[in-house]
């Protein structure tokens, strides 16, 4: 069978809610799905670094976006620059990148306006990462427009 159901049994996953032979019922399938990550970053530039604190190291970027073009390229680049920091830096529990872009107020004026919010977190979050964090896996959650209250808590969105 083509598609997700042929693809479970091929990797002799059960189908959820269906009795495996051993008389077990697999859980419901996932809320949501991942697609292949396809979207090109844009091209951007990291214009402030603020460490939030420094043991265990916790820090957040604010970043210009030059082309914010689509909410995909956009979401794609905030991962890459996470991504990046977490490789660089050994020492670094947790990081948030916000991002944003210019927005014309006139010919020769233009004002910054964030537009997406990341963040790389272990699973305790921002507030209770400790040094033991650092080697856990981390989680990647980036919004791309209005981010979560709990996001943006003791961040401020000036740039």
Not at 52 to 74: M, S, Y
Not at 83 to 112: F, H, N, T
Request: no cysteine; charged share 25%; proline share 9%.
């Amino acid at each position: 069978e083509r598609g997700e159901r042929g693809e479970r049994r091929a990797l002799g996953e059960p189908e959820p809610g269906v009795a495996t032979a051993a008389g077990e019922v697999a859980a419901s399938a996932p809320a949501a799905w991942v697609e292949a990550d396809t979207a090109s970053p844009v091209g951007y530039q990291v214009f402030q670094t603020v460490v939030d604190r420094e043991t265990p190291k916790r820090v957040t970027l604010r970043i210009l976006i030059f082309d914010p073009r689509g909410r995909a390229n956009v979401s794609r680049t905030l991962r890459l620059v996470l991504d990046s920091l977490a490789r660089a830096e050994r020492d670094l529990v947790a990081a948030r990148a916000i991002a944003y872009a210019p927005i014309s107020q006139g010919r020769q004026r233009a004002d910054l306006v964030p537009i997406a919010f990341g963040a790389w977190v272990p699973p305790e979050g921002w507030d209770s990462a400790g040094p033991a964090s650092r080697q856990r896996v981390h989680r990647t959650y980036v919004y791309v427009g209005t981010p979560p209250d709990s996001f943006v808590v003791g961040a401020s969105l000036k740039p």
